[in-house]
C-alpha cells in the first residue's frame, strides 16, 4: 500500500517532485517499465519519468534492501539501451526511519564497474520541506520532526486549502496511510476522517492494484505448479496475454 501511494502521488504530482528533486517544475510523463523490459512485479516500488531530455528514475522503499545497488544499475543500463542520448538521474527514497548500513548505500561495484545513485531518507529532512508543495504534503508526517501528529495536522489542514475535491481527497487519503509507518491508527483517523480516505481515488486505485497484484501472484504459483496457460488465466481473470508475459518471467532470467 505505501508503494502503491508513493506512486500515485508521483505520477500525478510529477511537477512537485520535479521542483523538489530537479530544481525546476518541469512536465514529466511516465514511462513504462515495459519500455525498458522490466517485469511489473519487479518494479512495483519504482517510478520512472520522463522529460523531452532526461529521464527520472524514482524508487521507494519501506524497508532496507540489499538488491537496491545492483537494481539501480540495471535500471541505469537498461534506460541507456532504449533512450541513449537521456541522462537519468536515480533516487532512493527511504520512508521509514531505520538503523540499517544498506540505507547509506550509494554506489554498486562490479570488477571494473562502478554505478552512483542518489539516497534520501526522509526522517533526516526537515518535515517543512514537504509543507511546500501540494503532492509532497503526505511526506510531511514522515519528515524529520519530534511531533509526527503535528506534521500529520499542518498537512491536512493544507490539503484542506486545495479547492478541487478529488485532489484533496486524495492528499488528505495519502497523508493517513503513510502516517501509518509512523503514528497509530486511532490518531491518524482522529486527524483524517475515515470516510474522505475510502472514497478518495488513490485510496480505490490502490485497492484496484492490491487485487491485480495478487491475481499477477496466483498466476504465477499456478504457472510453476505446471498448470496451463488457459486454466491459469480461468482461474485468474486474467488475459491470455498477461499470463503469456508472466510465463515469460519465470522462464528467462533476464526479465526478473
Not at 199 to 206: F, K, M, N, P, T
Not at 220 to 247: F, K, P
Request: aromatic share 8%.
Amino acid at each position: 500500500m505505501y508503494d502503491d501511494t508513493c506512486r500515485y502521488l508521483a505520477e500525478h504530482f510529477s511537477a512537485d517532485f520535479a521542483s523538489w528533486l530537479l530544481g525546476e517544475a518541469i512536465t514529466l510523463t511516465e514511462l513504462k517499465p515495459s519500455e525498458l523490459s522490466l517485469d511489473p512485479i519487479r518494479a512495483d516500488a519504482m517510478i520512472l519519468l520522463q522529460s523531452e531530455d532526461s529521464i527520472l528514475h524514482l524508487e521507494f522503499q519501506t524497508q532496507p534492501n540489499s538488491e537496491i545497488p545492483f537494481r539501480m544499475l540495471d535500471y541505469r543500463v537498461r534506460g541507456h539501451r532504449r533512450y541513449k542520448t537521456k541522462p537519468m538521474r536515480q533516487v532512493v527514497i527511504y520512508l521509514k526511519s531505520t538503523a540499517s548500513e544498506l540505507v547509506y548505500e550509494t554506489s554498486y561495484s562490479l570488477e571494473h564497474t562502478h554505478h552512483e545513485f542518489e539516497v534520501i531518507r526522509l526522517w533526516e529532512l526537515p518535515a517543512s520541506v514537504f509543507l511546500q508543495y501540494p503532492g509532497l504534503l503526505p511526506f510531511a508526517v514522515l519528515g524529520q520532526s519530534d511531533n509526527p501528529a503535528e506534521m500529520l495536522r499542518q498537512a491536512t489542514q493544507a490539503a484542506d486549502q486545495i479547492e478541487e475535491p478529488t485532489t484533496q481527497a486524495s492528499l488528505l487519503a495519502a497523508s493517513a496511510i503513510l502516517a501509518g509507518l509512523r503514528l497509530e491508527e486511532d490518531v491518524i483517523y482522529q486527524l483524517v476522517r475515515r470516510d474522505i480516505m475510502q472514497e478518495s481515488v488513490i485510496y480505490r486505485s490502490i485497492q484496484r492494484e492490491t487485487e491485480a497484484r495478487a491475481k499477477r501472484e496466483i498466476a504465477l504459483n499456478s504457472l510453476r505448479e505446471g498448470l496451463s496457460l488457459e486454466t491459469t488465466a480461468r482461474v485468474t481473470g486474467l488475459s491470455i496475454e498477461e499470463v503469456q508475459q508472466l510465463q515469460q518471467q519465470l522462464t528467462d532470467p533476464a526479465q526478473s
